[in-house]
């Protein structure tokens, strides 16, 4: 028996449940994500604590294994952010789903080949200022690029893998600066004025760049024994021992999964045992809600999460049949009737909040229309009325999925206009080019004369204003027209529709001045103010009722004669 | 045969259901076509409001996402 199978804190298995930990407590907090691109230190806090060996906060080195996990479950989609969060990404399904052995390769690969990792930043021995101000042109440091750090990832783990026994740390340390000094930055010019320090890299709590005159130790050595205590122990290459700061290889044989849950009366899932798998427990946690607080890892059933797994495609049978076999007892029979009674209900409602839908029209049997394989690529399933619907795919896969001859309307973006006004109240909207929302249209605010022609109907028009903001309905109506309305027909519609209110034409009593000066002192007599309604503008009032009459015999008073007549003197 | 890319679609077990939900979202008038009794379109931001409402109420619809 190899050492990692004795030991189940050894090895990838064990590292990977660090990993899963993390993608455990982004599903249960889903965390919002900064302008730094990295969730808040509440997210830090949790992910840290639910770690088998948390890192230290009181150190002042920040939380460098949930960082160093944070950036390969975003290098394997595992996490991605959605909308200023941390969410499971495709990815997640896919790597969780792998077996053993091919997931712990393609987490190593993923380490080596990592871009967004800056390993320099991790290592607690040391501080990058430079970092800050990146973004300047006259920021200059000596911090290994991408590709740098990739080869130098890899230099160190050939030499370490090299040794075949029980090494300290030093010596590997030792052997690396020997054989190759510049795995991780050139010191060819060491020697030169020009090269005094390590720029931008200094020892934590430095105030000066660490200098390369016997510097070695304390930046490579320490990114070496970072390494290993770090990524190469944790992702199973090697077993590295703390205490006595030695390392030795492992030979990658992990043992079997070993492991049981425990599902309980009151919803709650426990897994229990000392070689846990990601593997299965992903699939306990995609449909569970799990609780990221404390070691021992515990699910709660829930309905929504229950339901979002079916909508995702799988199904309840299946779910309470992994149940069943992952626990050696039976399942509590309140929990089964309430599974099964959950996935029978979520059947009752279906909702494709982003879909494509392949719409038959007339007599269309779209089963026989549709091409087997394009269904299939596509995932279209029918719905009552003989229509497909389909999670809505990358354009790229709808393209090349599409019938010859045949476009989407994508309804993510304005849509052409469709209808065309006619002479009158008439619209002609031809069937075969009419998409949803032009059809909503019509619908809401015309009544059909024949198959291709409709009338613009007043009553429809009002009715529709009830529901919806008429500025909202001239909107859309703008939107859907090939060309303006008549401008008459456009009054009216924003007569019908309650945009316009009741315009007045009829007999009303008013005061006109000759000019502005006569106008100034008209407002200065409080009898004149008294008798109007509203000014209608430069010298014009509208009167109460019975005001002409009243504001004559007033001004008579003063000897003032009012003319007869509206027309210009 | 029609392709709409980009929209909500809704299908419930009856109409009843149906409309039950749209009106707790209160997204009736705003329905883009009923292709079925029970199977209703709508733009994706009233679908998600579908969704949220019968959420909030206890109700958790199968989300095909």
């Given at each position: 028996?190899?050492?990692?199978?004795?030991?189940?804190?050894k090895?990838?298995r064990?590292?990977?449940?660090?990993?899963?930990s993390?993608?455990?407590?982004?599903?249960?907090k889903a965390?919002r994500?900064?302008?730094?691109?990295?969730p808040?230190?509440?997210?830090?806090r949790?992910a840290?604590?639910?770690?088998a060996?948390?890192?230290?906060?009181?150190?002042?080195?920040?939380?460098?294994?949930?960082?160093?996990?944070?950036?390969l479950?975003r290098?394997?989609?595992?996490?991605r952010?959605?909308?200023d969060?941390l969410?499971?990404?495709?990815?997640?399904?896919?790597?969780?789903g792998?077996?053993?052995?091919?997931?712990?390769?393609?987490?190593?690969?993923?380490?080596?080949?990592c871009?967004?990792m800056?390993?320099f930043?991790?290592?607690p021995?040391l501080?990058?200022?430079?970092?800050?101000?990146?973004?300047?042109?006259?920021?200059l440091?000596?911090?290994?690029?991408?590709e740098?750090?990739s080869?130098?990832?890899?230099?160190v783990?050939?030499?370490?893998?090299?040794?075949?026994?029980?090494?300290?740390?030093?010596?590997?340390?030792q052997l690396?600066?020997?054989?190759?000094?510049g795995?991780?930055?050139?010191?060819?010019?060491?020697?030169?004025?020009?090269?005094?320090h390590?720029?931008?890299i200094?020892?934590?709590?430095?105030?000066?760049?660490v200098?390369?005159?016997?510097?070695?130790?304390?930046?490579?050595?320490a990114?070496?024994?970072?390494l290993v205590?770090?990524?190469?122990?944790?992702?199973?290459?090697?077993?590295?021992n703390?205490?006595?700061?030695?390392f030795e290889p492992?030979d990658?044989?992990?043992?079997?999964?070993?492991?049981?849950?425990?599902?309980?009366?009151?919803?709650e899932?426990?897994?229990l045992?000392?070689?846990?798998?990601?593997?299965?427990?992903?699939?306990v946690?995609?449909?569970?809600?799990p609780q990221?607080?404390?070691?021992?890892?515990?699910?709660?059933l829930?309905?929504?999460?229950?339901t979002?797994?079916?909508?995702?495609?799988?199904?309840?049978?299946?779910l309470?049949?992994?149940?069943?076999e992952l626990s050696?007892?039976?399942?509590?029979?309140?929990?089964?009737?309430?599974?099964?009674?959950?996935?029978?209900?979520?059947?009752?409602?279906?909702?494709?909040?982003?879909?494509?839908?392949?719409e038959?029209?007339?007599?269309?049997?779209?089963?026989?229309?549709?091409?087997?394989?394009?269904?299939?690529?596509?995932g279209?399933?029918?719905?009552?009325?003989?229509?497909f619907?389909?999670i809505?795919?990358?354009?790229?896969?709808?393209?090349?999925?599409?019938?010859?001859r045949?476009?989407?309307?994508?309804?993510?973006?304005?849509?052409?206009?469709?209808?065309?006004?006619?002479?009158?109240?008439?619209?002609?909207?031809?069937?075969?080019v009419?998409h949803l929302?032009?059809?909503?249209?019509?619908?809401?605010?015309?009544?059909?004369?024949?198959?291709?022609?409709?009338?613009?109907?007043a009553k429809l028009?009002?009715?529709?204003?009830?529901?919806?903001?008429?500025?909202?309905?001239?909107r859309?109506?703008e939107?859907?027209?090939t060309?303006?309305?008549?401008?008459?027909?456009?009054?009216?519609?924003?007569?019908?529709?309650?945009?316009?209110?009741?315009a007045?034409?009829?007999?009303a009593?008013v005061?006109?001045?000759?000019?502005?000066?006569?106008?100034?002192?008209m407002?200065?007599?409080p009898?004149?103010?008294?008798?109007?309604d509203?000014?209608?503008?430069?010298?014009?009032?509208?009167?109460?009722?019975?005001?002409a009459?009243?504001?004559?015999?007033?001004?008579?008073?003063?000897?003032?004669?009012?003319?007869?007549?509206?027309r210009?003197? | 045969?029609?392709f709409?890319?980009?929209?909500?679609?809704i299908?419930?077990?009856?109409?009843?259901?149906?409309?039950?939900?749209?009106?707790?979202?209160?997204?009736?008038?705003r329905?883009?076509?009923?292709?079925?009794p029970?199977?209703?379109?709508?733009?994706?931001?009233?679908?998600?409001?579908?969704?949220d409402?019968?959420?909030k109420?206890?109700?958790?619809?199968?989300?095909?996402?």
């Open positions: 028996m190899t050492r990692a199978a004795i030991d189940p804190r090895g990838y064990a590292g990977e449940l660090d990993f899963f993390l993608v455990e407590t982004v599903i249960a965390p994500v900064l302008k730094n691109g990295l808040n230190l509440a997210f830090f949790a840290n604590a639910a770690l060996q948390p890192d230290n906060e009181d150190e002042g080195h920040g939380y460098t294994q949930v960082e160093f996990w944070l950036a479950a290098e394997l989609d595992v996490l952010i959605v909308q969060r969410e499971t990404g495709p990815g997640a399904a896919q790597f969780f792998l077996p053993f052995v091919q997931r712990r390769e393609r987490m190593r690969e993923a380490f080596l080949d871009r967004a800056n390993d930043a991790l290592v021995e501080e990058l200022p430079g970092l800050k101000k990146l973004g300047t042109v006259d920021s440091s000596d911090v290994p690029g991408p740098a750090r080869a130098a990832r890899r230099t783990l050939q030499t370490a893998l090299g040794c075949l026994e029980e090494t300290p740390l030093r010596k590997l340390v690396l600066q020997t054989q190759s000094p795995f991780a930055m050139d010191h060819s010019e060491d020697t030169s004025w020009r090269k005094v390590y720029r931008g200094r020892e934590r709590g430095g105030r000066e760049d200098e390369r005159q016997g510097g070695w130790d304390r930046v490579e050595g990114y070496i024994r970072w205590a770090l990524p190469f122990h944790r992702l199973g290459w090697l077993d590295h703390p205490a006595t700061q030695t492992l990658g044989d992990e043992g079997e999964p070993s492991f049981e849950i425990i599902v309980q009366p009151n919803f899932v426990l897994a045992g000392d070689r846990l798998d990601a593997g299965q427990l992903w699939r946690a995609s449909f569970t809600r990221a607080e404390g070691r021992v890892r515990k699910y709660m829930e309905k929504k999460p229950f979002d797994a079916l909508g995702s495609g799988q199904s309840a049978a299946a309470v049949a992994l149940l069943a050696r007892k039976p399942l509590p029979q309140n929990v089964r009737f309430s599974l099964d009674d959950w996935g029978a209900s979520s059947e009752r409602m279906k909702i494709w909040p982003d879909a494509l839908l392949v038959a029209e007339g007599v269309e049997d779209l089963a026989s229309l549709l091409p087997e394989v394009a269904r299939e690529k596509l279209l399933t029918k719905v009552s009325g003989g229509h619907v389909a809505a795919p990358d354009a790229a896969d709808l393209r090349q999925n599409l019938p010859p045949r476009t989407a309307l994508d309804y993510s973006r304005r849509l052409a206009p469709v209808i065309v006004p006619q002479q009158g109240l008439r619209l002609h909207a031809p069937a075969e009419l929302r032009a059809r909503q249209l019509l619908e809401l605010i015309a009544s059909r004369q024949s198959a291709d022609y409709w009338l613009l109907d028009v009002t009715a529709a204003s009830r529901s919806m903001d008429p500025e909202e309905l001239r859309r109506v939107e859907a027209l060309r303006p309305l008549e401008p008459a027909h456009a009054l009216a519609l924003r007569g019908w529709s309650g945009e316009f209110a009741p007045y034409a009829g007999t009593e005061f006109l001045c000759h000019n502005d000066a006569q106008a100034e002192l407002e200065t007599l009898e004149f103010a008294a008798w109007v509203r000014k209608l503008g430069r010298g014009c009032w509208l009167l109460r009722q019975g005001g009459a009243h504001l004559r015999k007033l001004l008579q008073g003063y000897g003032i004669k009012l003319r007869d007549h509206t210009r003197t | 045969m029609k709409h890319q980009h929209v909500g679609v299908e419930a077990e009856n109409e009843q259901a149906l409309v039950e939900a749209l009106t707790i979202a209160r997204v009736q008038a329905v883009l076509a009923k292709l079925a029970n199977v209703a379109v709508l733009e994706r931001e009233d679908a998600a409001l579908v969704i409402a019968l959420q109420l206890g109700l958790h619809p199968k989300v095909m996402q």
